[in-house]
């Protein structure tokens, strides 16, 4: 399986398995910020519409591939455009096939980024996650600090509100020694 970095073009020749992989991530139950069921076509314009971030250095995106299976999984980094916060990213959209479930790739993936960020000179990032869902498992076995909940932040695919668990891990720094809320 190869893990690779997109940019702008790279992301719009892969948009149909990136569209694919976002359908089936609502599909299964995971909140993405979409209601079930997605239509392949309104995702591919989501993905379609991530390319000028990802152009203008706003976005960046890694998707895991394998053939003849395509794409397997991505997660992405928004970076921000304000001085005073360069110094952070925010982890989004960290979403793996439910064919891949189970192959480590989830982890893989957020260690991409994680390492990545540390590379541009990012000391913190931060994510928010479903409460209860299993990426919190993944979040917090790999160091990452829970800050709080948000009750009825987001609606799941099947449109019900959940609360959401706000995260930060400073990359390079291992697993946080104190949690906070």
Same mark, same amino acid.
Request: net charge negative.
């Given at each position: 399986m190869n893990i690779e970095s997109l940019d702008a073009a790279r992301l719009r020749e892969r948009l149909q398995g990136l569209a694919e992989l976002l359908a089936?991530?609502?599909?299964?139950?995971?909140?993405?910020?979409?209601?079930?069921?997605?239509? /392949?076509?309104?995702?591919? *314009?989501?993905? /379609?519409?991530?390319?000028?971030?990802?152009?203008?250095?706003?976005?960046? *995106?890694? *998707?895991?591939?394998?053939e003849p299976a395509g794409v397997l999984g991505t997660v992405s980094l928004a970076l921000p455009d304000k001085p005073n916060s360069a110094h952070r990213a925010e982890l989004v959209k960290l979403m793996v096939h439910r064919a891949a479930h189970g192959r480590g790739l989830g982890r893989r993936l957020l260690t991409v980024a994680e390492e990545a960020a540390t590379a541009r000179g990012v000391t913190l990032l931060h994510l928010d996650t479903e409460t209860g869902s299993p990426a919190e498992r993944l979040y917090r076995s790999s160091g990452w600090t829970p800050v709080g909940a948000i009750p009825d932040y987001a609606a799941d695919p099947a449109g019900v509100l959940r609360p959401t668990t706000i995260y930060y891990k400073r990359p390079g720094a291992g697993p946080a020694s104190a949690v906070v809320g």
């Open positions: 089936d991530t609502v599909d299964g139950g995971a909140s993405v910020g979409f209601l079930a069921p997605l239509d /392949r076509a309104e995702a591919a *314009v989501w993905w /379609r519409e991530r390319s000028a971030a990802v152009a203008a250095g706003r976005l960046a *995106v890694w *998707v895991a591939h394998e």
